[in-house]
């Protein structure tokens, strides 16, 4: 079971979070397991990992798009029910809301860009339709692109001006909490940093909280107060973005990290980096003991046997998930 871990008065918090899926015959994906994570206002989380990880999973979870296996979610310390209801997601669409990963596949091609945009308003305010028109028109020019794009269909924008729409589709209804589930990593790498930059100006402006999902480590750094590392289904480290980054300690931190090309050679030398073996195992039929036992240069006999629970380090705020450490 990973240690509770909390941030001052948590916007939202998950508690041991779990989410399976079952398959039949007895089987199930232990796709998020055990998983406990505090995110406090106006902060953001970078969650890595490899694909395959749970990192998405998590997310959906989080915000109630999975129903819930086992443990809680709490907004604003209000505990949200396991599965929701119609009434509970239009009232939590307008806290908390994701920004999806492929904005191809995530915008409806029959509807125009402002029907995307002002559908949230539509379904969840009472607001009259010049009003949405207006606010839709606000959030095309926020989001660097212009009116008359609200007319047009989604196939006649760029990768990067789609996922312009699928953030202001998300952010129009003014939520606090936003997970962006790899919002970048379909786009071209030169239309990536626009991006993630368009969301950090946001992010300061409307104040928001962010869990930001990702592969890429030194973008999660980049632009993250904290870094949260998840293998198998569980998180395995948690510290400030820098430290876990420049001073891994969990293997698979540092695996990631090693794995992860660093343009600033100064930033590359500073960095440790151990090589590991495979790819993540199935998270159908879990091992016990430490869940990267089998990839891990540094395993012992204990791993194999007993699972590792997140420990605090010296540093409170560092916890990692490994029997070297206990
Ligand atoms: Fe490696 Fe053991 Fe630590 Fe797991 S608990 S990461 S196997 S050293």
Not at 284 to 295: D, K, L, M, S
């Amino acid at each position: 079971m990973n240690s509770p871990q909390r941030a001052n008065a948590p916007l939202v918090e998950a508690e041991q979070l779990s989410k399976y899926f079952d398959l039949g015959g007895g089987q199930r994906v232990h796709a998020v397991e055990d998983v406990s994570l505090a995110v406090a206002p106006r902060e953001i989380v970078g969650l890595v990992g490899e694909s395959g990880s749970g990192k998405s999973t998590f997310g959906k979870t989080l915000l109630g798009l999975y129903p819930k296996s086992a443990g809680r979610v709490r907004y604003r310390g209000e505990a949200l029910p396991g599965r929701y209801s119609p009434a509970d997601f239009r009232r939590l669409a307008k806290k908390m809301q994701m920004i999806f990963q492929d904005p191809y596949a995530s915008l409806n091609p029959r509807m125009t860009v402002g029907e995307i945009i002002g559908e949230g308003l539509r379904l969840h305010t009472d607001l009259p339709k010049p009003e949405i028109n207006r606010r839709v028109a606000a959030w095309l020019d926020r989001v660097g692109l212009t009116g008359d794009h609200g007319s047009r269909y989604p196939h006649e924008f760029s990768g990067g001006q789609r996922q312009r729409i699928g953030i202001a589709r998300a952010l129009i209804l003014e939520p606090e909490f936003v997970v962006c589930d790899e919002p970048v990593s379909a786009l071209d790498v030169s239309v990536q940093a626009q991006v993630v930059n368009l969301l950090g100006e946001l992010k300061e402006s409307l104040g928001l909280t962010l869990l930001f999902i990702a592969h890429d480590l030194s973008m999660v750094r980049h632009v993250s107060d904290r870094m949260a590392v998840m293998y198998l289904g569980s998180l395995v480290e948690i510290g400030a973005a820098d430290a876990v980054y420049f001073e891994p300690k969990h293997p698979y931190t540092e695996l990631l990290v090693g794995s992860n090309p660093e343009p600033d050679p100064k930033a590359e030398r500073a960095r440790g980096a151990v090589e590991a073996q495979g790819e993540i195992p199935s998270p159908v039929n879990i091992p016990p003991g430490c869940r990267f036992a089998g990839r891990c240069p540094k395993v012992m006999d204990i791993c194999r046997q007993s699972t590792p629970e997140l420990t605090p380090l010296r540093d409170a705020n560092r916890l990692v998930a490994c029997h070297l450490y206990a």
